[in-house]
T-cell receptor, first 112, second 114 residues
Framework: TQLLEQSPQFLSIQEGENLTVYCNSSSVFSSLQWYRQEPGEGPVLLVTVVTGGEVKKLKRLTFQFGDARKDSSLHITAAQPGDTGLYLCAGVRGEYGNKLVFGAGTILRVKS | KAGVTQTPRYLIKTRGQQVTLSCSPISGHRSVSWYQQTPGQGLQFLFEYFSETQRNKGNFPGRFSGRQFSNSRSEMNVSTLELGDSALYLC?????????????FGQGTRLTVV
């Protein structure tokens, strides 16, 4: 059983469409991070959200941390083919040290 | 500033053998974590080292071990390899020992066990 449930698992959309990826848990996290991973590469950090209710924007990407710090969402506006990749959410549970709990990931494909 | 370097990039081993993977963190980073990534299980935490000490450990059998050197470089060892150990092994480095620190990942080592 995944501690962090990500949905959807797969998403195939046309260029210009909007999409939202969800990351949910029954556990509280001290922070939550979003990564993007391309084939043959390691995950690259996109954003870290720390405060409940926090919203962060990164160009066309909007990240939100739930008020109770149990869930998060990633919204992409006007998706482009360059957004294609595996999106991963990862939670930090406040234990001492750097131990990330990852969701299963969302594979996004944006067609031109 | 050089990123996280993992060597080798690709490795093919036979069941029963052992393997050692290497990770050089970003200069100045003292925390190194290791993760296993498979299609079925996703990314799973193996262990974390900070200042040469193992600080956190995931739920993997004792065949998986690691260590960290005084220059923060880390190695991971898997003994008595099984087919199910085939995976992408990723290491991540972080600058401090405090939680919520950003993790920077290497490109990974693709291990295939035949």
């Amino acid at each position: 059983t995944q501690l962090l449930e990500q949905s959807p698992q797969f998403l195939s959309i046309q260029e210009g469409e909007n999409l939202t990826v969800y990351c949910n848990s029954s556990s509280v996290f001290s922070s939550l991070q979003w990564y993007r991973q391309e084939p043959g590469e390691g995950p690259v950090l996109l954003v870290t959200v720390v405060t409940g209710g926090e919203v962060k924007k990164l160009k066309r990407l909007t990240f939100q941390f739930g008020d109770a710090r149990k869930d998060s969402s990633l919204h992409i506006t006007a998706a482009q083919p360059g957004d294609t990749g595996l999106y991963l959410c990862a939670g930090v549970r406040g234990e001492y040290g750097n131990k990330l709990v990852f969701g299963a990931g969302t594979i996004l494909r944006v067609k031109s | 500033k050089a990123g996280v370097t993992q060597t080798p990039r690709y490795l093919i081993k036979t069941r029963g053998q052992q393997v050692t993977l290497s990770c050089s963190p970003i200069s100045g980073h003292r925390s190194v974590s290791w993760y296993q990534q498979t299609p079925g299980q996703g990314l799973q935490f193996l262990f974390e080292y900070f200042s040469e000490t193992q600080r956190n450990k995931g739920n993997f059998p004792g065949r998986f071990s690691g260590r960290q050197f005084s220059n923060s470089r880390s190695e991971m060892n898997v003994s008595t390899l099984e087919l199910g150990d085939s995976a992408l092994y990723l290491c991540a480095s972080s600058s401090t020992g405090v939680t919520n620190t950003e993790a920077f990942f290497g490109q990974g080592t693709r291990l295939t066990v035949v």
